[in-house]
Nanobody, 124 residues
Framework: EVQLVQSGGGEAQDGGSLTLSCAGV????????LGWFRQAPGKEREAVSC????????YYSDSVKGRFHISRHNAKNTAYLQMDSLKPEDTAVYYC?????????????????WGLGTQVTVSS
């Protein structure tokens, strides 16, 4: 069974940092792109970032570019999202996603598997 097990998140102050992790189980981790989407209350889900299967090109939404950094360690079957300079508008539930594609159209890419989500709350 394909699973994405999320950890990390929680609460941070404005300007603080948090790290999200996403561990893949039940599939060949290095075959898929990994990324994160987020959904804030009352808003649509949006793509945040992704990294391609071979640790190649990554993508960041304009809202997080320069503040967030995505990476993956294929030997550990884990991807990471380092979130720095957090803002209250980053508050959302963050979902890890595995897909065939990572690029500028990541928001529209079909997702093979979703994590359960983890809450990130940034207070001012």
């Amino acid at each position: 069974e394909v699973q994405l097990v999320q950890s990390g998140g929680g609460e941070a102050q404005d300007g603080g940092s948090l790290t999200l992790s996403c561990a893949g189980v039940g599939f060949t981790f290095e075959d898929l792109s990994l990324g994160w989407f987020r959904q804030a209350p009352g808003k649509e889900r949006e793509a945040v970032s992704c990294i391609s299967s071979d640790n190649g090109p990554s993508y960041y939404s304009d809202s997080v570019k320069g503040r967030f950094h995505i990476s993956r360690h294929n030997a550990k079957n884990t991807a990471y999202l380092q979130m720095d300079s957090l803002k209250p508008e980053d508050t959302a539930v963050y979902y890890c996603a595995a897909s065939e594609f990572c690029g500028p159209d990541y928001d529209a890419t079909p997702v093979n598997s979703w994590g359960l989500g983890t809450q990130v709350t940034v207070s001012s």
